[in-house]
């Protein structure tokens, strides 16, 4: 029966490598994966430092269970031009750094001590994508996913692709094409028995074939009582397949959803019913550790994205992405648009080959994720290049024709080889380019993008970003403006029934190369900065969200008489998924304002906005006069829900330390994200306090990155890991202008 171990636990590493001792323990530094070959600062680095080659080492012992088994290590992926060695002989070799591999150890394990070498390489190869150009994100050398001991029957399940053809059915069917590995090549007879289970159990069908070679195709039909995958409902089952042959028996269980998910001319339809779509892009990097992150991490990432920013959909950029990050999308009804490694460079023969068995690895990888709605089968950014993208797309569709293909472009009159048109639009902004006398678009025709006046399947896959980065600390009437282009962007894909959809550019800031950015190694592009602490413009996203979810009341302003220009906070966005707000300030009465569908008539919800239509100048006073406090209060079907109160006289009166969790895993590189803010006596971060914080803990575990921050905008964060041993881990944060605050977590 198979054994499938985590073998994260006590690596080497060491920097450098050599080839004439790969059978050889050397000296170095024991680690646990996931693992960052460097370790960066927050920003102005050298990201030159992690390109270039690093050693992994480990023993396995022999074991009696190792007789007569194929065992073999499942790298889930690791950056990159990975090189396997097993008693000094090389054994695989996988240059991708984004896909899983396996390494195949049976014909050179021995009795005893067995010694793996990992050799990786985190120079820019420009025979690997999405090297050879200039990319803007980093990509962090390193064993930076897990790492699995797998121990199977010479003859085992490799793979299965399940498919629910016709999933609005009132009787449903299944099937599942599964593949067997046999290394060895041996004949092949026996059994597969296959049975599908509900979450929690029961079973909803089996059945059972005779298996004569190295595929077997297993089929259910009329299955009643089914529910479908949605987004508000994300039902999965789990189809179990036990296969028995001569040479032992082989289980393996995987998870799978009922749905049918389709870009159409008239927009996106999820089981056949219309829905837009409105989302962000992620990247899967963190401050100082890059791309090594475990579960945890993962998983919350998701939980940002559907949560806190009420998006319903995620694209994956620029690269497949961890598994737990995809699974967890899976289990909370997040849509997923995964697309294959590269930024905008094409390179020569072989950089293509590798590209193509991209698309054939992620799509292999994740064919039953009910959240992956749509394959990208293009270079993010690239120019047309047909004999290329015929074949990505050709593979694509023969690999799984039940999902569509996309391939994200900025050039406009791409030739459109794939299902649906999926397009990064920076129009808006554009006006303020030299050169550049048109007006301010928001968003340009589908028509003019694509050259096809035919109706298509069209996507908005990227916008603003760089057309208007914005720092968590920036002045107000910058993040206002940042906000304003997000809600039009979002308002004019809302009216428009050709857009299936958006996915703004971006979830958070990032680390970047020398040649993008704001010179210090970030592009501030985000929603959210590094540590996922949102900027004002997160919440128009999160307004769109249902208030029984979670009511959102969130003034655009710091509130204070002179931050603007010329002063005052008029016009001032009240980003709110309420009926309406009543507001007060100072000495006047309260007065209620509603929605602003003049200007966002497509908005699911609009803002509130405080301007010359709804408030005086007078109300809010002019230069030279006392300044007032101001009071929100939001109102749902006529009840108060939510108040807000900004103080006239603001000032620091709480230090507040809250971690996302306090129960943490010991044994698994297990990280839990710590925000600390400033604020006021009425509750609100103080934007401009920028003094210093020190961290300490003890226990078990340690702080990422340094001990001592100065606070960023009112606020900074970092992740708390637990180490290898049970037990408590105090964390104390101190400031010299608050009493001491402290945290205990429980690591077991």
């Known amino acids: ?384 290049s047909h004999d290329f993208y015929a074949e990505t797309n050709r593979l694509a569709r023969e690999l799984d024709p039940t999902r569509q293909t996309g391939g994200v472009r900025f050039i406009t009159n791409s030739e459109m080889l794939e299902d649906v048109y999926t397009m990064n639009d920076f129009i808006l902004g554009q006006e303020e380019m030299p050169g550049n006398n048109r007006g301010r678009v928001v968003l340009r025709d589908r028509v003019e993008t694509t050259g096809i006046t035919k109706p298509i399947p069209y996507m908005i896959t990227e916008y603003n970003g760089h057309m208007y980065p914005t720092k968590r600390f920036d002045q107000e009437q910058r993040q206002a403006e940042h906000v304003t282009r997000h809600l039009l962007i979002l308002n004019a894909v809302a009216g428009d029934s050709d857009i299936s959809g958006s996915t703004g550019w971006c979830m958070f800031d990032y680390n970047t190369h020398k040649d993008f950015g704001s010179g210090d190694r970030i592009c501030y592009h985000g929603v959210l900065d590094m540590y996922r602490i949102p900027k004002l413009a997160a919440y128009a996203y999160a307004s769109q969200g249902d208030p029984k979810d979670g009511v959102v009341m969130q003034p655009v302003t710091f509130w204070a008489r002179g931050e603007r220009n010329i002063g005052g906070v008029l016009p001032l966005i009240v980003l709110t998924n309420c009926d309406y707000v009543e507001v007060k300030f100072g000495e006047w009465p309260a007065k209620r304002v509603y929605p602003d569908r003049e200007n966002y008539p497509h908005l699911p919800r609009p803002p509130v906005v405080l301007d010359l239509r709804t408030v005086t100048p007078q109300e809010f006073g002019t230069w030279g006069r006392v300044w007032r406090e101001g009071t929100f209060t939001g109102f749902i079907d006529g009840k108060a829900v939510k108040t807000m109160v900004l103080p006239a006289d603001p000032v620091p009166t709480t230090l507040e330390v809250t971690p996302d969790d306090t129960a943490l895993r010991a044994g698994e590189k297990d990280a839990v994200r710590v925000v600390v803010r400033v604020l006021d006596q009425c509750g609100n971060l103080l934007p401009y306090f920028e003094e210093p914080v020190s961290l300490a803990l003890s226990g078990p575990g340690r702080i990422i990155g340094p001990a001592d921050h100065t606070l960023k905008g009112g606020a900074t964060g970092f992740w708390v890991e637990a180490g290898e041993e049970m037990g408590r881990l105090e964390l104390a944060v101190t400031s010299r202008r608050f009493a001491p605050q402290s945290v205990t977590f429980t690591v077991s």
């Open 1 to 384: 029966m198979r054994i499938t171990e985590n073998f994260n636990g006590n690596w080497l590493f060491r920097e450098g490598f050599e080839p004439t001792r790969v059978d050889t323990m050397q000296d170095g530094e024991r680690v646990r994966l996931p693992h960052s070959a460097v370790e960066l600062p927050y920003n102005y680095f050298d990201e030159t430092d992690y390109q270039k080659p690093f050693t992994y080492q480990k023993v396995i012992d022999w074991r009696e269970d190792f007789e007569g088994q194929e065992v073999s290590l499942v790298f889930d992926a690791a950056m990159a031009d990975s090189v396997v060695y097993l008693n000094g002989r090389e054994i695989t070799a996988h240059k991708d750094g984004y896909t899983p591999f396996e390494a195949r150890l049976t014909p050179y394990l021995r009795q005893g001590e067995n010694l793996v070498t990992v050799k990786i390489d985190g120079s820019e190869n420009p025979d690997i994508p999405p090297f050879g150009g200039q990319i803007d994100y980093l990509c962090y050398a390193g064993l930076y996913r897990d790492v699995w001991l797998k121990v199977a029957s010479p003859v085992s399940i490799a793979n299965v692709k399940i498919e629910t053809p016709d999933a609005l059915a009132e009787k449903k069917t299944v099937t599942a094409r599964v593949f067997l590995a046999n290394p060895q090549g041996l004949a092949v007879s026996g059994t597969l028995d296959a049975k599908i289970r509900r979450k929690g159990g029961g079973d909803v069908a089996a059945t059972s074939v005779a298996i004569d070679g190295n595929e077997a195709v297993l089929t259910f039909t009329g299955l009643a009582g089914i529910e479908l995958w949605d987004i508000d409902n994300p039902v999965l089952y789990a189809l179990s397949l036990k296969l028995a042959t001569d040479y032992g028996e082989d289980v393996l269980t995987q998870r799978f959803g009922f749905r049918t998910a389709l870009f159409t001319p008239d927009g996106f339809l999820l089981n056949g019913r219309p829905l837009k779509l409105r989302g962000l892009n992620r990247h899967q990097s963190w401050p100082h550790t890059g791309y090594a992150m475990g579960r945890r991490a993962q998983e919350k990432d998701a939980d940002i994205l559907k949560y806190e920013l009420a998006c319903n959909i995620v694209r994956t950029s620029h690269y497949p992405q961890s598994k737990w990050f995809i699974e967890r999308c899976d289990e909370i009804g997040l849509l997923c648009f995964e697309e294959i490694p590269g930024w905008q460079h094409i390179g020569g023969e072989a950089w293509q080959r590798e590209s193509i068995a991209n698309v054939r690895r992620m799509i292999e990888r994740d064919w039953n994720h009910p959240s992956i709605i749509i394959w990208g089968v293009r270079i993010n950014e690239s120019q047309d």
